[in-house]
């Protein structure tokens, strides 16, 4: 019983891997310490964004993924 964790973007380069497979169910506080305190204190600023199963959460706080979900971490998007 599994949740996959990708890390997108920076915090791809914070984390030192592209995805991490953690216990389930995960919920916010579990995501919080599978993600070591780098990704953490990243997670917890607002333009940072946390997709669960394929959509993206209005409230990141709100996480409840379960066995097989893939959780991705979405940094902010730049562009021009």
């Known amino acids: 019983m599994a949740v996959t964790i990708v890390f997108l973007g920076p915090l791809r380069d914070l984390a030192g891997e592209e ?11 579990g995501l919080l310490a599978a993600v070591g ?3 953490a204190g ?4 607002e333009r940072v964004n946390v997709a ?3 959509r993206v959460l209005a ?5 409840a993924a ?5 959780v991705a ?3 902010p ?3 021009g």
Do not use: F, N, Y
């Open 19 to 29: 995805s991490r497979e953690v216990a389930a169910p995960l919920d916010w506080q």
């Open 37 to 39: 305190p780098q990704v």
């Open 42 to 45: 990243q997670l917890q600023e």
């Open 52 to 54: 669960c199963a394929g």
């Open 59 to 63: 409230d990141k706080t709100a996480l």
């Open 66 to 70: 379960q066995d097989g979900d893939e």
């Open 73 to 75: 971490l979405l940094p």
């Open 77 to 79: 998007v730049s562009g």
